[in-house]
């Protein structure tokens, strides 16, 4: 398998400081970081060090301090609200620690979200939905709520949503933590799976074994540093 | 995005709550549809009343409210009391009076069908009321001896057409006398159409009062001076009922802007204080689900889709609130009126209308003397236009008081609102 050199994410001197009071508390410390197109990427660090502050930034999901972020070149760190928003749609998807489903909608409804908001029709997005669900093994499970299905499946389900829209990274924040091992190492084959078949990338933060196992490079964080490749 | 199907299950899942937070508006869409519905019942009774009594300011008749003159006969309705012709020279003597239009109504039966005639004099009628409103054929003339303008509805009643002559009794002595049809008029009211005109003469020779008549209908040189020239001629004429419709009729239209006020701000206070439940339901709502706003934020719902969200709910507890509200309205509307009788007392016509202002044991000129008097109560009108207003209303509050927390909701940091526990 030859693996893709084209950067897909770099961070320049990223830096995030939280206020507390009067307090200043530097989250990330001039983090730069490079992600390769196809690497499943693992970031490790004791908790507090700055991984889901990390993440977060790559995501769009909050602004830096300082720094830049960029994604397939473009800095997101200048984008607009809904730019970025737009941002988070199509080109991240999501997967956290405890699952975040929607607890009124069915499985198949919460993988069916994003491809709404994205403005895909009725019929596509059942369609789509269902093959995403196909692919993480719960089809059978599409009429079920989340409370109705194990972690395991919960996790997966999440999976496809952050799937939904073909986005080209997939961050996740501990998507093992709360998962026995046989759920955290089928979660993981699927992930492999996922990043052979289709080629996206993954940013992984863990403390996971069965996680680091699958990744390609793994960093480690600490006070708001990345201190080995 | 699923905004409707979420927004229900979010309602669903709180039933308790979202009932609670609907009634408060279904209180004061409740009450705005009373109002509403009191309004126009009683709007389209004030316009009845003015058209009844035509446009004469002051109508004049006997203070002596009946008099039997049915004789042996088995209990005939009783007739109204009569007043010599000659008043009416003294009535015209009488300053601020403009024009005066003498008139004989008694029940009389047509073709065996009583109902209400009335013998005028049609030049001065027309002066004094500005006339009816002649669907078909003409008004009667100072040549009418012999003619008859029938109502639209009797007309269609006793399946007549115009020209045909018709058997008019007067029901005291018993002798008939044909009239030809020569006009028929409409004013909307059922019960107003059955009735007839003749002229005068016709009326008395009938009737066998020849020189007398029930009523004087009196038209003022302006509107402004109508009470004044009414006191005058209690004053100066002794024995006789003055009534001023167009005074009872702009006093039944302060009642009702009196009654339109207070139900107005019962309503906005109850849908005020409705609004802030909807506020409070919905800014918990969003507290609860700031999770929830930070997931859809985070896999690319916009600010405005999370508004629609929330305010989809918002108006979903005010459609819920207004079509209760509707309903519990529609139920009180009808039985308010039972609660406040005073209020709403009045007397019935013999075709099952209500007037609202007269009394019993007045006697209206223009509904004959001879109405069967009993109290009955003004029904709301609960028409489509106040359904959908109501209904409406209760959309708007529920949009409106959802716009505050939709906002907050909307403009949440995503990951403060994921990291909300
Ligand atoms: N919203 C915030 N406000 C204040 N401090 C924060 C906030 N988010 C994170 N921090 C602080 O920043 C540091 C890094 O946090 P985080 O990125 O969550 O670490 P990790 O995910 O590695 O446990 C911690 O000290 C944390 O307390
Ligand atoms: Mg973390």
Known sequence: MSKTTKTIVRTLNLSKIYRRGKVNIQALNNVNLQVSSGEIVGIMGPSGSGKTTLLNLIGGLDRPTSGKVF???VDITTLGESELADYRLRKVGFVFQFYNLIPTLTALENVEVPLALAGVSKNERRERALSLLRMVGLEARADHKPDELSGGEQQRVAIARALANNPSIVLADEPTGDLDSKSATALMNLIKELNRKNGQTFIIVTHDPIVTQACTTIYTMRDGRIESA | MFTWSLAIRNLRRRKLRTALT????VVGISMMLILL??????????????????GADITVSNSTSFRDRAGGFFGFLPSPSTLDASIVNVLSGIPGVYALSPQYSFSGSINGRRVTIYGIEPASYEIVTGGLNIIEGRFLTENSAGEIVIGKAL?????????????LSSGQIGAERTFKVIG????????QEYAAYIALADAQEITGESGRITHVLIKCEDPSIVSEVSSLISSAVPGVRV???TIMVQQATNMLNTLTMFFATIGLVALFAGSFGVVNTMMMAVTERTREIGVLKAIGAKSHDIMKLFLTEALLIGLIGGGVGVLAGSILAHVFPMLVPGMFATGISPFGMRNPFSR????NPMLGGTTTQTFRLVLPAITPMNVAICFSLGALVGILAGLYPAWRASRMKPVEALRHV
Do not use: H, W
């Open chain 1, 71 to 73: 994604v397939d070149g």
């Open chain 2, 22 to 25: 609907a009634s408060g508006i």
């Open chain 2, 37 to 54: 519905s009191l309004v126009s019942g009683m709007e389209t009774q004030v316009r009845s009343m003015v058209r009844a009594l035509g």
């Open chain 2, 155 to 167: 007309m269609e009643f006793l399946d007549l057409t115009l020209g045909q002559t018709v058997s």
């Open chain 2, 184 to 191: 028929v008029f409409e004013t909307g009211m059922v019960f």
């Open chain 2, 243 to 245: 009534a001023t419709p």
């Open chain 2, 360 to 363: 019993p044991g007045t006697t």
